[in-house]
């Protein structure tokens, strides 16, 4: 990790000399152990309980000076993190570390799975910022999120800092590529939470003919009978109180869309499904095993952000500088209220050609009506004469009467069903100018909604390079925890988190000496004896791992005996 770290960070200052000649930055003339000093300070500030470069305005604590026999204070690491952002040190340091803890906690050339998640931190500012929701506080309000990706163990890989009102269906294919790329292993599948449980976040996975796993929100739930079963229950891989089945939709519509794997799982005496796993799961993993899978994320992750966020501040923002962009979430609400009235429009331009063709229909039905009206008149009229003449000659009228009888039949007809023709095409163009001016009214409407939305202001976007800097240590220093818990802790500790570890071992009192060839740390005793008795353990493991100094001296660590 050092000789990673050291070779980036000095390809990231020859880049940058070569784009910016004549440039002045002090890195860029730093000594390695300089520079190794200085990222320590911001390395180990969890473990002194501060948060920012700041707070060392008025540190006065003896761990860091314990290293290096002085401290740095605030302006030089500030001056430090900014000349780090400079040579835009965050995504090639991560994905630098990221291939290192791959290769120190997984076997080379092993598939992996990983478990992927938000974290979002809030962002105190009255300024006008993009915003989203932070679950933690329970409102909307301005704020970064946190990509972070666990592997199998949850082993902590990698981090992306990333703007507020991203979604996973944007990133998450594309992150699950990169990541195989930069760690050089294949990523078998992705955990999610159910965030991730949308179509077109399937979508694009099938797209990409790649595989995840997530859970269907439980509001709203799903009943039984809106799935059709494929095969029998089963019961669930070290769960026997619960049972899973594949199923797919009985809606045709939703059946013919789908292109996820559906898995419901109940419990045994119940009927309805309490859970149901969706996703672009491989059909390599029995349906028994998906439950236990997904169960993995609480520990393998959820746990994990609760840590850092204990241990390593995953809270805290570093820098404030920021751009002056367009506000996204007004322009989306903009093209929203943009679309409603584009329909209202349509629906406007359906009622105008309706009534111009229903003017046309009403004039020609007049016409024809008067047209046929005066051809029966006519006939009405000749059959009359008709009549008269064969009654004044005394000849037979019958069928003169039932000719003129029809005619007069057929005159009836064609009014009525004029009138009645007239009467609809007349309701029709009514209810075409009710709509229209409905319609017009809505238009004027959601006109002035879409123009009081602000779109000319624009708002704040934090520069993320710091904290991507910063987020980089956090998951390196929770690393460097874990590998020291499992290599060097006694038994019962190695599974302590980073806060209470920082408590019981990283923050003990002790004294330091340095010798002409060891470095002798001795610590003070522990109240409680299976404290004592864990950390002599702890000391045991360590010194039999004969570890060195960065200049070649032996480390030792003891602990005092109790009083």
């Not at 320590?40 to 309980?49: G, N, R």
């Not at 910022?129 to 301005?142: D, E, L, N």
């Not at 009467?423 to 009081?452: D, G, I, P, V, Y």
Request: hydrophobic content about 35%.
């Amino acid at each position: 990790m050092v000789e990673a770290v050291t070779e980036r960070v000095e390809r990231a200052r020859q880049a940058y000399q070569e784009v910016n000649q004549g440039a002045s930055l002090r890195l860029l003339t730093s000594l390695r152990e300089t520079i190794w000093s200085k990222f320590d300070h911001l390395l180990y500030l969890p473990l002194l309980k501060l948060e920012r470069p700041r707070d060392l305005y008025y540190y006065q604590g003896q761990g860091l000076q314990s290293l290096y026999g002085f401290t740095y204070k605030y302006l030089p690491l500030e001056q430090f993190l900014g000349q780090l952002t400079r040579l835009e040190l965050g995504q090639p340091l991560a994905n630098t570390l990221a291939r290192c803890y791959a290769q120190a906690w997984y076997e080379t050339r092993e598939t992996l799975f990983i478990f992927a998640d938000w974290h979002v931190k809030p962002h105190w500012t009255k300024s006008l910022a993009h915003s989203g929701s932070v679950t933690m506080w329970g409102r909307v309000m301005p704020g970064t999120k946190q990509l972070v990706v666990t592997g199998p163990g949850g082993r902590l890989l990698i981090g992306w800092n990333a703007a507020i009102d991203c979604h996973f269906s944007g990133v998450l294919v594309e992150m699950e590529a990169e990541l195989a790329t930069i760690v050089e292993r294949p990523i078998a599948y992705t955990i999610v939470d159910s965030e991730g449980s949308g179509l077109a976040l399937a979508e694009r996975y099938a797209e990409a003919d790649r595989a995840y796993l997530s859970v269907l929100p439980r509001n709203p739930g799903h009943d039984l009978t809106e799935f059709k079963l494929h095969g029998p229950w089963q019961s669930v891989v070290d769960d026997p109180a619960h049972e899973v089945v594949e199923a797919s939709w009985v809606d045709e519509d939703k059946a013919g869309q789908e292109v996820r794997r559906l898995i419901l799982m109940r419990p045994v005496a119940s009927t309805h499904p309490t859970r149901i796993y969706a996703g672009r799961i491989p059909t390599t993993i029995a349906v028994a095993h998906i439950p236990p899978l997904f169960r993995q994320r609480w520990s393998h992750q959820e746990w994990r952000f609760r840590e850092m966020v204990k241990g390593a501040n995953l809270n805290v923002n570093y820098g404030y500088s920021y751009d002056q962009v367009p506000h996204r979430t007004r322009q989306r609400q903009w093209d929203k209220a943009q679309e409603k009235v584009e329909v209202t429009q349509g629906q406007l331009a359906q009622r105008a050609e309706a009534l111009l063709n229903l003017r046309p229909q009403l004039v020609h039905l007049r016409h024809s009506y008067a047209q046929k009206r005066v051809e029966l008149e006519q006939a009405l009229k000749l059959c009359q004469q008709t009549l008269v003449q064969r009654q004044q000659a005394g000849q037979a009228t019958g069928r003169c009467q039932q000719g003129l009888a029809r005619r007069q039949r057929q005159r009836q007809e064609l009014t009525t069903r004029y009138q009645k023709r007239r009467r609809s095409l007349l309701t029709r163009l009514r209810q075409q100018r009710q709509q229209q001016r409905h319609l017009q009214t809505q238009l004027a409407e959601r006109e002035a909604c879409r123009e009081a939305i602000d779109t000319d202001t624009l708002c704040r976007e934090r520069h993320l390079e710091k904290d991507q800097i910063m987020l980089n240590l956090q998951l390196l220093l929770t690393n460097l925890h874990d590998w020291a818990a499992e290599h060097y802790f006694a038994p019962e500790w190695q599974k302590l988190e980073l806060e209470t570890a920082t408590r019981l071992i990283y923050q003990k009192p002790g004294r330091v000496r340095w010798e002409a060839d060891q470095i002798v740390v001795e610590l003070e005793p522990y109240r409680y004896p299976d404290q004592q008795r864990a950390m002599a353990a702890t000391c045991d493991r360590f010194n039999a791992a004969n570890l060195r100094w960065r200049d070649g001296r032996l480390l030792r660590i003891y602990v005092a005996r109790a009083p």
